[in-house]
């Protein structure tokens, strides 16, 4: 690895000159043209009735694969431009452009749809054990199921048009909103201005003071912006409920669990011993207290350190220790990570203008990653890297793969960035020789289990009910605090003193419209990963070459079929969760060990 990392990354290499860039505008006009035609031929194009028939789309799929494919390098260019400086304006106009063909394509895709319903059983019974299209029988039938539950392919296909300036126009309002973002901070007696993603830094700050002070102004900003937040919420919602009534869905989850292809029974399965588990998070909450001096948490003191890391880690030494904690688990993922940081794919510096939050986005066509934090040196920083390069490598897997088996869902991506965290906090926690930094660095890994069993648990509740109340009428900001407010108190099991009421509004994951109820998937991947950490320590080495093809079918199998295959076990029952959530458990049994003379 390079002796000296770059804080930026490298977009010049994708296409050159940024959001002016000849390249990428000759790219989206030559995507726009293949688009048309895969659309009109589809259009055209009837269900076949023999299986001679069905050879006539071997070369609409081919076509219909690589269009998928570039408009999805298109997508992860512009958001990163629209990322690294939220004033870049032509980025906006890009996005919208990039929007309109990827609904385009979606179109393409719900006739597509239509004719693999309209098939005849026998027919497509053949079809899917022809040579040239049985790698793809899985995402072809999962497609044609898929079809029988939606609205005829012209209502689809209209839905979807009006889909661009309507629900996806709300979700890049809120990115509006977002760049203007400006909150005051008092920097050794001067007022600095720190944007959204700065500001939430401090909110992390090892200062109580610090982080009060900040919260404050976190919570005042986001109420002057919350009507803003409150009409794009509630069109968001809106237009999700609409569509769902008009094709006959019941369930608002119904969406969400088929995109991360799981059930019912496992995500209720996973709630429950989470739920039946949380007492011992809650004495972690009551300890923590305690060494804080204060009689209960508040919000700002959930993810307060406690011990000390010695100074601030610098991105080098950051990336060195994720590379060599990586290389133990296998020689393949610190290869990976080792190119990553070598060619420029990480954006990290700490500057105003940045969007706020971490993400990790690949180049379907330059099979290339790219991450996204802004990093400033905390051990928290340190994760996020570990956890986003554990994304880039999950798609890195995935791209010896035909490019429709590469759509792995929100649930089994986050697994692997969670498993790729813990494998580092782990192995610092256990290197460590000075107390306090051992007592850092393992409440590091609890507040990930706090985030997962009880933030994230909040925003679940907070969105179930949210949703309900919609389905009557607009919901005010004042009724959406409260809302918020009422599912931190039960998730959290009354441990803290205050609460974020205006969490909905500053947290961009209720605004994403690519996928509906962006947190369960996060508590999913958190609790499989540790599943899988768990049964990497009783395997050993031999669990790498396990955990690569694991990640490799998780764009051709449900969660359920994913465990039983690798790991032969029933997600819908308690017993794997169980095993998981021990794991978590002996962390905090640890925690309270080693406090036990703060108190």
Known sequence: MKSKLSLTWNLESVFPGGSSSKDLNDFLGKLEEDVKQIRTYIMGTAAPSDIEGTKAFDGFIAAYASCVERASEASSFVSCLGAQDQQDKKAVQLSGKVTNLQAQ????????EHLLRSTDDGVWKQWMEREEVRELSFV??????????????????LALDLAVDGYHGWGEFYDTIVSHVQIPFDDNGATVMLSAGQAANKLHDPSRATREAMFDKWEETWT???????DTLNHLAGFRLKLYDRRGWDGILKEPLTINRMSQQTLDAMWNVIIDNKPVFVKYLERKAQILGVEKLSWADVEAPIGTVSGKITYQEAAEEIVKQFRTFSPKLAEFTEMAFDNEWIEAEDRPGKRPGGFCTSLSVSKETRIFMTYAGTASNVSTLAHELGHGYHQHLMNELHVLNQDYAMNVAETASTFAEMIVADALVKAAIDPQEKLALLEE??????????????????????YDLRKNGLVSAHELSKLMEEAQE????????????????????????????YNFPYTFGYMFSTGLYVRAQQEGASFAEKYDLLLQDTGVMTVEELASKHLAVDLTGPEFWQSAIDLCVADVNEFMEMTEHLV
Request: proline share 4%.
């Open 105 to 112: 394509i979606k179109s393409v895709s719900a006739e597509f």
């Open 490 to 517: 039960e998730a959290f099991c009354g441990a803290l003193s205050s609460y974020h009421p205006h969490f909905w509004a500053a947290k961009l994951h209720f605004y994403i419209t690519d996928v509906p109820f």
């Open 445 to 466: 890994k609890i507040q990930n289990s706090i985030a997962f069993f009880m933030n994230i648990h909040s925003r679940f509740l907070f969105e179930t009910r949210f």
């Open 224 to 230: 002057k912006a919350e009507d803003y937040c409150a």
């Open 140 to 157: 072809l039938s999962e497609s044609r199921e898929h079809a029988r539950e939606k609205l005829s392919p012209e209502l689809e296909s």
